[in-house]
């Protein structure tokens, strides 16, 4: 398996320790005193959808099974009929926004061949079979980083 960790930050503006040198940009969906406004973080939030559909069209991935779910959002529980189903990758997107938004938290799975995991602090993880040179190019162009990077909710 190949590992990879997307995200808005540059791993070129990290400590050694692994922490960000720029404070000044948004942690998380959740964070009370943004930096960045409401317009950047949907066109943020665009790029890693569609970090997740490069990457899913790369590995010829139409569905997904949606597993771990957790959220104490009412309407976060509308996806808990999905739990352990395969869901289109249409519908694995809408569900991302909600885990992207901090709403709900989850892993979009299909087994040893290609996963999603997202983090806090707008960090997600991805996993496949094989090497996705197109999508991790997609990636970059879109502004967001890809780092090899083995997901620690695995």
């Not at 665009?46 to 597993?67: H, M, N």
């Not at 996806?79 to 709900?104: C, G, M």
Request: proline share 3%; glycine share 4%; charged share 30%.
């Amino acid at each position: 398996m190949h590992f990879w960790r997307i995200s808005k930050y540059d791993p070129a503006k990290k400590h050694a320790d692994g922490s960000d040198a720029d404070a000044s940009e948004s942690t998380s969906s959740s964070d009370s005193e943004k930096s960045v406004g409401e317009k950047d973080d949907l066109q943020t939030e665009k790029k890693y959808l569609q970090a997740i559909r490069s990457f899913a069209e790369e590995l010829g991935i139409t569905k997904v099974v949606l597993r771990d779910l957790e959220t104490d959002s009412q309407a976060g529980h509308f996806f808990s009929i999905w739990v352990n189903q395969k869901i289109t990758l249409k519908d694995a997107l809408k569900l991302s926004r909600w885990a992207l938004r901090e709403k709900l938290r989850c892993k979009l799975e299909v087994p040893d061949v290609f996963f999603v995991h997202f983090g806090y602090d707008d960090y997600m993880y991805i996993g496949a079979c094989e090497d996705c040179p197109e999508a991790k190019e997609k990636v970059f162009a879109s502004g967001l980083f890809v780092a090899d990077f083995r997901s620690p909710y695995s």
